[in-house]
C-alpha cells in the first residue's frame, strides 16, 4: 500500500486524514532502499541484496547462503505478488523459491518486463530492479505504521494484530482491530505508550520487550529522516522469537530535501510521470489527471477551487499545476510547455490572483510561451490582483487569441465552452 498522491489512502474508518487534500509530492523509494536506510538505525530486516542484471544472482544467492530465497520486483507500486507482466504473462512479481536455479530462471521472467498490478494501471511499470533477501518463516505476522496525523496535530502510530494482509480490509471487515497512539513530538514515546502499543498487538515478557525496542527504533527513523510514512507490514516474529520487519514503506517530505541530501538521491525519476520530473526542476508543483483542460494557477488552494469550478461547469481538469507565489517568466513558459505536452489537453486556463505573483509576469510568460510553442488549443486567462490593468493590456496588444475573463465563473464557462 501507498501513501503518496498519492496514490492512495486510508478510508476514513481507519485513522484520521492525516494528509492535506491538496495534492504534494512526497519522495517515494524502493523497498530496497527502506531496508538500507532500516539497517542504519539498527532495525531488524533480512539479509538481501539488490540485482539488476541476470549475471548478478551467482554472487548474490551465495552471499544469502538459503535455505530459502525472495524474489521482489522492485517498482513504485503495491499488489506486486498478484501482479503480471505483459510481456510473457508471467504471474506475480514476488516469488518465494529454494534453489540458485530457480532463482535464475524468476529474475529472467521479470527483469526488463512490464509489471502491471492493481496499483499501476493497465499500462504497467518497467521492472529494472530486484531485490533478492533471505526468506524467513513468519510465526506471528503483525502491522504498524508511523504516520502524521492532522488531527492530534503530530505523529500517530498505528498498530493491528493482523498483519501481512490488505490492511484497508481489516479496517474494513474488523475496525476493532485497527488501534491507534498519537504520540506528543516534544516528549517522545511514553513508556506506557509502548505498554499499550504492545497489548494491542497481542505481546506479552519477551516479545513485547522486543517489539518496544524496535517501535521505539522505528519512530526514531521515523523523526531523524522527516518520514510522511513509516509502514512495515508484516512486522513478524519467527518461531524462535526474532522479531523482523520483513516489508517496509518508507516515504519522506520533499520540503526536508535540504536536510537530507543522502536520501533524496535515492529519487528514482524513471518511475515518476515525465511531467512531474520536468515540473520539479523548475519549481513547479505538476500533477497529471485525466481531463481535458489544462490549468496553471498560483497557489494550491486557488488550484483546487479552479478544478472543482471547471468539474461544475461539465468540464474535466487535465492537471494542478500550481505556479507558486514567485514564478519568473521562464517557469511560466515552462509550465505552459508541459501543459502542452500532454495529447488530452483540448483548451487551457489560466487563473492568476496576483499578489506577490505580478500580472503583467504571467502576461509576458503567457505571450512568451505561445511564441515559443505555438497557441495549438483555446486560451482562457483570468487576471486579477498586482498590475492587472498592465497584464490585460499586454494580453490583448499580443496578437494571440487569447480569450479573457472576467471571474473564475467566467473563466470556467469560457474554458469549457471551447471544447464544443
Given amino acids: 500500500m501507498s501513501f503518496s498522491l498519492l496514490r492512495s489512502f486510508r478510508p476514513a474508518s481507519f485513522i484520521p486524514r492525516v494528509m492535506p487534500r491538496i495534492p504534494a509530492r512526497n519522495l517515494n523509494i524502493h523497498e530496497y532502499q527502506s531496508k538500507e536506510i532500516m539497517d542504519k538505525f539498527n532495525l531488524n530486516t533480512q539479509r538481501w541484496r539488490l540485482i539488476t542484471k541476470v549475471e548478478d544472482v551467482e554472487e548474490a544467492v551465495i552471499a544469502l547462503n538459503g535455505p530459502e530465497y525472495v524474489v521482489k520486483a522492485q517498482i513504485h507500486a503495491g499488489g506486486r505478488g498478484q501482479g503480471h507482466f505483459l510481456e510473457n504473462g508471467y504471474k506475480g512479481g514476488v516469488h518465494v523459491v529454494s534453489t540458485p ?99 494491542s498487538l497481542g505481546l506479552y515478557d519477551d516479545q513485547a520487550e522486543r517489539a518496544k525496542v524496535q517501535i521505539s527504533r522505528l519512530y526514531e527513523l521515523f523523526l531523524k529522516t522527516d518520514s510522511t510514512q513509516v509502514e512495515i507490514n508484516p512486522f ?9 520487519c520483513v516489508d517496509a514503506k518508507l516515504n519522506f517530505d520533499d520540503n526536508a530535501a535540504f536536510r537530507h541530501k543522502d536520501i533524496f538521491a535515492y529519487r528514482d525519476t524513471t518511475e515518476e510521470d515525465p511531467r512531474e520530473v520536468a515540473a520539479s526542476k523548475f519549481d513547479l508543483n505538476y500533477i497529471g489527471m485525466k481531463g481535458n483542460i489544462g490549468c496553471m494557477v498560483n497557489g494550491a488552494g486557488l488550484a483546487m477551487a479552479t478544478m472543482d469550478i471547471i468539474q461544475m461547469y461539465g468540464g474535466s481538469p487535465a492537471n494542478f499545476l500550481d505556479v507558486g507565489g514567485s514564478a519568473n517568466v ?28 505580478k500580472c503583467d509576469t504571467i502576461a509576458e510568460g503567457v505571450i512568451s510561451a505561445c511564441k515559443q510553442l505555438g497557441l495549438k488549443v483555446p486560451l482562457v ?7 492587472v490593468e498592465k497584464g490585460n493590456e499586454l494580453l490583448r496588444q499580443s496578437g494571440f487569441n487569447i480569450v479573457s475573463a472576467s471571474d473564475l465563473d467566467d473563466a470556467a464557462q469560457k474554458a469549457v465552452k471551447t471544447l464544443h
Avoid at 490488505?166 to 511514553?190: N, T
Avoid at 486567462?381 to 498590475?387: D, E, I, K, Q, Y
Wanted: aromatic content about 4%; charged content about 25%.
Fill in 101 to 199: 536455479g530457480e532463482v535464475k530462471e524468476v529474475v529472467k521472467k521479470m527483469l526488463g518486463n512490464t509489471l502491471v498490478t492493481k496499483q499501476t494501471g493497465k499500462e504497467g511499470v518497467k521492472v529494472q530492479k530486484i531485490m533478492i533477501a533471505q526468506s524467513i518463516q513468519l510465526h506471528k505476522e503483525l502491522y504498524i505504521a508511523i504516520l502524521m496525523d492532522r488531527k492530534s496535530q503530530g505523529p500517530v502510530i498505528v498498530v493491528s494484530p493482523r498483519g501481512g494482509m490488505d490492511i484497508e480490509r481489516v479496517a474494513e471487515e474488523s475496525p476493532q482491530l485497527i488501534f491507534q497512539e498519537p504520540i506528543d513530538i516534544m516528549k517522545g514515546i511514553l513508556p506506557e505508550q509502548l505498554d499499550r502499543l504492545t497489548k
Fill in 236 to 244: 513478524a516474529f519467527t518461531p524462535e522469537g526474532k522479531l523482523y
Fill in 330 to 357: 521562464t517557469q511560466v513558459t515552462e509550465a505552459f510547455r508541459i501543459i502542452s505536452s500532454d495529447p488530452q489537453v483540448k483548451a487551457i486556463l489560466v487563473n492568476i490572483f496576483g499578489g506577490i505573483m
Fill in 381 to 387: 486567462v483570468r487576471l486579477a490582483g498586482t498590475n
